[in-house]
């Protein structure tokens, strides 16, 4: 497992992890911001008229409304991306991650109200009479190039091919292995409930679901979503009401280290400014999906006449999973203080280094050592070779690093057994039999770390049914759109032959992560989101002139159905 993560964050590394990714998400982000005159502010009330109904026209085609496209789309967004992803920026980058976070979103809800436009504006009718669209149809009928000879470049087929084909692999990366992992997790941290028993149960589920199609999806998410919000909120806010004390100090934190970096504080290392804004802008796409064009698919099923109505509903998307859900979830966090303490868990062979010497993190030397190693700037040599293991307890001059901490109280089991024999170490990395199981102290991430966040209130551990709860509902119904998405990828590439196909290889790749290693499922995403994201941000980037194009005409539609509403500013040039 360590092999193969090693290969993918190579991967990861040129693409998602990459500063010219984050610089070309934000880079295409801002400029339509500027470009359509800060949409993101002067169409809001607007976008929630919409969604109530207010400003809907008859006849229009489509599947669903407003509010279902929506309750899609963010049943596709919020997942485990508000609940873990958080969780993951912080523990990667601390505080400061938040804040890119936010930022993603912001700059996001005018991506999103562009891809989602353009790909209802290109829709068309399937075979079975649903109504299919995403950004691989703009891009196949407007992004060919025609030479002065007349001869035509099918760039626009290759590139809606190439973001098919990624939607296909981002439904599993993003919308199917971890959001089962982080349930069955979470589930099991709470319930005792072994992995692969609510796999099982949950896949069975989904493909009942599913079958359905995009009726029976938008039916259940459009009281799912609802639902799920305010259990989750009701949790969240008695964290941070119970931690009052730290509600101020953990808001200056967010922007506090935003240029400086995150000094090394209780069990967390530190992280730099550069890692801490890619860890940040990353998570935020995990979370709210803008400029993956993913939300695209989801809201082209909506009964709309006019295509910058539905991106305007989908504008609404990253401020209500974002900057509403991952804000309270950062704050349940920061203001409960588990960001930065070390619990009992079982180590993850991904999450393991060794490295050579003894250290103590309670001294401000080897803080600094350790802080320096994992930041990059002065590396600890990796330790290989074999270590001698006696009654659990691990013999000689070397120190585990494991989740970004330095693991304390470890024991080596060998299943439920403590372990004694040796222990096969190559460049830092466990090569071992897989039953042998490393245990002790160390950071939490992921929807584990917010699992133990809910604990530190009134509710006590009351708290960590609601978190399992949450994300139950919160990354089943994320699993269950994105099947929709990868439903209509498939479509596309292959018209509805192979729709049975995909749905039975979804439903069995939902069990088996349920009990896959989590670095890897998360490593794996990223490489997943980036693939699909960068076509979907070139094609939109193209056809800017087309946007402002459309958006011009709706405000004229819109002035001569409402002639005694005041226009948006920048809207009469």
């Known amino acids: 497992m360590q092999e193969i993560n090693e290969i993918l964050v190579l991967i990861d590394s040129y693409i998602g992890s990459s500063e010219w990714f984050v610089y070309l998400l934000l880079g295409v982000g801002l400029f339509f911001t500027l470009y359509l005159g800060l949409p993101q502010f002067r169409y809001f009330k607007y976008a929630v008229r919409m969604v109530r109904g207010k400003m809907d026209t008859e006849g229009g085609e489509g599947d669903a409304s407003h509010f279902q496209a929506l309750a899609t789309a963010l049943s596709g967004t919020i997942g485990t991306g508000n609940i873990a992803g958080v969780a993951l920026a912080l523990y990667q980058g601390g505080p400061a991650a938040l804040f890119w976070m936010l930022v993603t979103a912001l700059i996001g809800m005018t991506t999103k109200f562009v891809e989602v436009t353009l790909s209802l504006k290109y829709r068309e009718k399937a075979s079975d009479g649903t109504m299919s669209g995403g950004p691989m149809y703009f891009m196949k009928k407007r992004l060919d190039i025609k ?3 007349g001869k035509v470049i099918k760039t626009g087929h290759v590139m809606a091919v190439i973001f098919a084909v990624a939607t296909v692999l981002s439904s599993f990366g993003t919308g199917n292995l971890p959001q089962i992992n982080s349930i069955a997790d979470t589930i099991n941290t709470t319930f005792h409930i072994p992995n692969m028993i609510t796999g099982l149960v949950l896949s069975i589920l989904l493909g009942v679901i599913i079958i359905g199609g995009i009726k029976r999806i938008v039916t259940i998410t459009s009281k799912l979503v609802p639902t799920m919000a305010i259990i989750y909120f009701i949790g969240a806010v008695a964290v941070i009401l119970y931690n009052y004390e730290n509600i101020l100090p953990s808001i200056v934190a967010v922007f ?12 967390f290392l530190g992280a730099t400014v550069a890692f801490t804004f890619n860890q940040g802008v990353n998570r935020g796409l995990f979370s709210n999906e803008a400029g993956q064009g993913s939300a695209s698919i989801a809201h082209s099923s909506a009964r709309v006449t006019n295509p910058v109505s539905e991106g305007m509903v989908a ?11 991952c804000s309270l979830t950062g704050l349940t966090l920061l203001a409960s203080g588990v960001w930065t303490q070390k619990f009992q868990c079982d180590f993850e062979r991904a999450d393991m280094q060794f490295i050579q010497g003894v250290y103590n993190d309670h001294l401000e030397s080897d803080k600094k050592l350790l802080s320096n190693h994992l930041t990059g700037k002065d590396t600890i040599p990796l330790f290989s070779g074999n270590i001698h293991v006696e009654d659990g307890v691990m013999q000689g001059d070397i120190s585990l690093i494991h989740a970004r901490s330095l693991a304390e109280y470890v024991k080596v089991y060998d299943e439920d057994s403590l372990y004694t024999g040796e222990l096969n170490v190559l460049h830092g990395n466990l090569t071992s039999d897989s039953d042998i199981v490393l245990k002790g102290k160390s950071l939490l991430h992921s929807a584990p770390l917010t699992t133990m966040a809910f604990t530190k209130s009134w509710f006590g551990d009351f ?32 018209g509805g032959k192979g729709i049975w196909l995909y749905r039975v290889v979804y439903v069995l790749a939902f069990f088996v992560a349920s009990f896959m290693d989590t670095t890897l499922i998360w490593t794996f ?7 699909m994201t960068i076509p979907n941000l070139i094609g939109i980037f193209v056809l800017h002139k087309e946007m402002k194009f459309e958006v011009k005409n709706f405000w004229k539609e819109y002035a001569k159905r409402f002639p005694n509403e005041k226009l948006p500013l920048l809207t009469k040039k």
């Not at 506090?256 to 069990?267: P, Y």
């Open 256 to 267: 506090a280290d935003v240029f400086t970096g995150t000094a090394a504080v209780g069990g």
């Open 525 to 531: 995403s990223g490489i997943t989101i980036a693939f």
């Open 147 to 149: 030479l002065p000879s």
């Open 315 to 325: 504008l609404l998307g990253p401020f209500i999973d974002t900057i509403v859900i």
């Open 463 to 494: 708290g960590k049914y609601i978190v399992s709860i949450g994300l139950l509902l919160f990354a089943f119904s994320t699993a269950i759109s994105w099947s929709y998405y990868g439903d209509r990828a498939v479509v596309f590439l292959f």
